[in-house]
């Protein structure tokens, strides 16, 4: 069973730092683009970044929001089947639950589409003094 | 203020079919798929359609969608009281170089 598990949420200060671990099982992890997406209580659904599948920490091979540009930084462990966020300056309006997504695409027809499935269950980040 | 646009809220009773759009641009919609994904209450999301039409195995044949031009929707046949959630749209932006999602519908089944 394809499996995602986040872990690392919780009650931070303004200002404040924490990393995001989402670890993966029932998939070879290594080959898949994974992504972060988050949530504010009782708001909709919001891409965070995303990193390509060999986890190339520079311009190419990841992406990210412009709300968390300069502040996220997304990475990989592909031999711990891990994918972390590390969110530094956080601010109150950071304050979500954050869902581990593991990204699929189809290149069948030439062109490449993409969708994201599965979500982990998501763990939560409150930034608050 | 979300990049594509949805309705807030929808409502039918068991047995009707009902109809979400989602509107964007040229940049998202109008040049790249849609995929939608359904918010149960309390759980996270799941994938119930891909790439504009596609049904992924276990979602009911009751869920299909659509896209024309820069607008896309997700039609419930049959409408059961599991149904209810939320559903969300998303499409990859070529100019934000990024993925955005709709506000969200909230269906109710009444």
């Known amino acids: 069973e394809v499996q995602l598990v986040e872990s690392g949420g919780g009650l931070v200060q303004p200002g404040g730092s924490l990393r995001l671990s989402c670890t993966a099982s029932?998939?070879?992890?290594?080959?898949?683009?994974m992504h972060w997406v988050r949530q504010a209580p009782g708001k909709g659904l919001v891409w965070v970044s995303r990193?390509?599948?060999?986890?190339?920490?520079?311009?190419?091979?990841?992406i990210y929001a412009d709300s968390v540009k300069g502040r996220f930084t997304i990475s990989r462990d592909n031999a711990k089947n891990t994918l972390y966020l590390q969110m530094n300056s956080l601010r109150a309006d950071d304050t979500a639950i954050y869902y581990c997504?593991?990204?699929?695409?189809?290149?069948?027809?030439?062109?490449?589409?993409?969708?994201?499935?599965?979500w982990g269950q998501g763990t939560l980040v409150t930034v608050s003094s | 203020q979300s990049v594509l646009t949805q309705p807030p809220s929808a409502s039918a009773t068991p047995g009707q079919r009902v109809t979400i759009s989602c509107s964007g641009s040229?940049?998202?919609?109008?040049?790249?798929?849609v995929n939608w994904y359904q918010q149960l209450p309390g759980t996270a999301p799941k994938l119930v359609i891909y790439?504009?039409?596609q049904r992924p195995s276990g979602v009911p044949d009751r869920f299909s969608g659509s896209k024309s031009g820069t607008s896309a929707s997700l039609t419930i046949s049959g409408l059961q009281s599991e149904d209810e959630a939320d559903y969300y749209c998303?499409?990859?932006?070529?100019?934000?170089?990024?993925?955005?999602f709709g506000g969200g519908t909230k269906l109710t089944v009444l």
């Open positions: 997504v593991r990204d699929r695409v189809d290149c069948s027809g030439g062109t490449c589409y993409n969708w994201f499935d599965p």
């Open positions: 029932g998939f070879t992890f290594s080959s898949y683009w």
């Open positions: 990193i390509n599948s060999d986890g190339s920490i520079d311009g190419a091979h990841t």
């Open positions: 040229n940049s998202n919609i109008g040049s790249n798929i």
């Open positions: 790439s504009n039409n």
């Open positions: 998303a499409a990859w932006d070529d100019s934000l170089n990024g993925w955005v």
